[in-house]
């Protein structure tokens, strides 16, 4: 039985997750007691996608206090409940370049610059619906359990922590209530702000929560819809510009997203209409960010092309068609046997033809669907024929992907004509048609089903016939071999029966052969097919050392004065292989429709 497919995703993760523990830099925060008591060695990683897939390493389940991560989530509350343009007379959305908890207000309007800052946490946490403070309370906590998908508490210690050394704090809300921005009781404002910040999450609810903004609002796991499109957004904005407070700049220019920290060891990232990221450890840098979360965020986004100011990807579906091969099948002519075999043991061949741009959000959808779909599965073909731009990131995935199904004894291959993806564990092919025959050949070949030798009894095109007229057809049969691209000419040949080896019909264009169909023993090549004059562009071509029985022109004329019957009866034959030619072709058009 095979192992569990795991995700290059989460290898990813794991990776960075491993390499990342090296770090010691940075020191817990201790201005707020019950924070210095967290493990310095905690590290969780997290990513969320809008569809509900998680990916997490590490830490991922060690609760801890959001702290200031729960602004944005605070802010879109009071953006959902008053609006934008009620809160922005409380609260503007200017960067400071300050620190998060510098005493500064707008000289002239006495606002707090951004809500991302104490000072606008504060004022927007009076913001948010609620006739009195325990209904404010109740949707504030209630608020952040549906951005996380899960009812979240409150740890006490730590509130009564942050109550008893909030000082600075409170100096901010007489400062904010003196200038009548804070027109509620200064401890009440404190309270609510101290509550939210206390609210105990993991690093797999910041994630969820993160992707709940990107979403547009709505929860990826419950698919409740917490703020409106319009909050979110606005969200999002502040969290691009005020996020990281001082660093907000150096971080948008390394990380290139929406992000929010916290002194607790939090970090948030969001990519918008993708994913939300979510990264815990508690040691911090200077400016109150956690080293190693920082680190991460910063690395993911490279790594996973996730820079907001980076070319974006055609929206969409991703996958155009999906194909099984034993209901669509490549162009190659094959005897009964084969054809048989393939009909039977087919589906262990999957074709997934995509379509759009490939960054990370849909190559972790490809990834993932194919990877929850590999059960009798033998070969994958991925066709990025209609694929727009292929991101490094998707390239990335991409080989991740087929490492794996290589280890559960699955070939991949790709059809890329441009040749735009350096895919080592993957065979890559031009076209989708030569990919479908190279996962038929190994497919019959692994199930004894391939023939690489059809005597003339055996034929295709003889199955209908007496075998006494058979051996009276052989007589008229020339045998002849080919060699490799030699050519068939009208004039030799009639009908050829192939006993081994393959031919090859090629269209030419201008100076360029192009294969476009091949023929494997068992089959034969008509009349019509071998016409080669100045008026025609087509050609057959041996593609191997090839054997064949050939019924000459001379000989066909031979045939048709010595015994008409059975030229009557070979003519009779080659057009029920025709009707049931036409009979397999609509089948596969029909299941290429359907």
Not at 297 to 305: A, M
Not at 326 to 351: M, Y
Not at 384 to 390: F, M
Request: aromatic share 4%; glycine share 8%.
């Amino acid at each position: 039985m095979n192992a569990p497919f795991v995700s290059p995703i989460k290898e990813l993760l794991d990776d960075l997750h491993a390499r990342l523990t090296d770090r010691r830099d940075g020191e817990v925060a201790t201005y707020i007691p019950e924070l210095g008591k967290a493990d310095p060695e905690w590290l969780g990683l997290a990513v969320a996608t809008l569809d509900g897939t998680l990916y997490e390493a590490g830490d991922t389940d060690v609760p801890f206090t959001i702290q200031s991560v729960s602004k944005p989530f605070v802010y879109a509350l009071a953006l959902q409940d008053r609006g934008l343009e009620d809160v922005l007379k409380c609260v503007g959305v200017e960067p400071t370049g300050d620190a998060f908890n510098a005493v500064r207000l707008e000289p002239v309007s006495g606002r707090p610059y951004n809500p991302m800052v104490n000072s606008g946490a504060i004022v927007t946490s009076t913001l948010v619906g609620g006739a009195n403070q325990e209904e404010r309370r109740g949707r504030i906590l209630s608020g952040l359990s549906a951005f996380a998908g899960r009812a979240l508490e409150v740890d006490g210690k730590v509130l009564s922590s942050e109550s008893a050394t909030g000082d600075r704090n409170r100096a901010l809300a007489y400062l904010m209530h003196g200038a009548g921005v804070l027109t509620c009781p200064v401890e009440d404002a404190l309270a609510l702000y101290f509550e939210q910040c206390a609210a105990l999450v993991t690093t797999r609810d910041l994630a969820v929560m993160t992707a709940t903004l990107a979403g547009g609002g709505v929860n990826p796991l419950t698919g409740e819809t917490v703020v409106s499109v319009e909050a979110a957004a606005n969200a999002l904005t502040v969290m691009a510009t005020c996020g990281t407070y001082d660093y907000a700049g150096e971080w948008l220019v390394r990380a290139g997203l929406p992000a929010k920290s916290g002194v607790s060891g939090g970090l948030i990232a969001a990519l918008p209409s993708q994913l939300g990221l979510g990264a815990f450890s508690p040691r911090l840098d200077a400016r109150g960010n956690s080293v190693r979360a920082v680190a991460a965020c910063e690395e993911l986004s490279t790594r996973f092309g996730l820079h907001l100011m980076r070319p974006s990807e055609r929206s969409g579906p991703v996958f155009h068609r999906t194909l099984r091969g034993d209901t669509a099948h490549s162009s190659r002519v094959r005897a009964h046997d084969e054809r048989s075999a393939l009909a039977r043991l087919g589906g262990a061949i999957r074709v997934y033809v995509l379509r759009g741009d490939l960054a990370f959000g849909t190559a972790e959808a490809v990834v993932r669907t194919i990877s929850e779909d590999t059960d009798s599965v033998r070969w994958v073909v991925l066709d990025l024929k209609r694929a727009g731009r292929v991101a490094p990131v998707a390239v990335t995935l991409l080989e991740g992907l087929a490492a794996k199904l290589k280890e559960r004894g699955i070939t991949t291959v790709i059809v890329d004509t441009e040749k735009r993806v350096a895919v080592r564990s993957a065979v890559i092919a031009e076209t989708r048609d030569e990919a479908m025959e190279l996962c038929e050949d190994a497919l019959l070949a692994e199930a004894g089903a391939a023939r690489p030798e059809v005597p003339i009894a055996e034929q295709d095109l003889l199955r209908g016939l007496d075998p006494f007229m058979v051996t009276a057809l052989d007589a008229y049969l020339e045998t002849r071999e080919y060699e490799t691209g030699e050519r068939l000419v009208q004039d030799v040949a009639a009908l050829c029966f192939i006993l081994s080896g393959g031919l090859a019909r090629q269209v030419i264009i201008g100076e360029r052969a192009v294969r476009e169909t091949s023929m494997g023993p068992g089959t034969a090549v008509g009349r019509l097919a071998l016409i080669d004059d100045a008026g025609h562009s087509h050609r057959i071509v041996a593609e191997e050392p090839t054997a064949c029985k050939v019924l000459t022109t001379q000989s066909l004329a031979r045939l048709e004065r010595d015994s008409p019957r059975l030229a009557d009866a070979l003519r009779w034959s080659i057009a029920n292989a025709i009707a049931e030619r036409l009979r397999r072709t609509d089948a596969e058009n029909h299941a290429l429709i359907h």
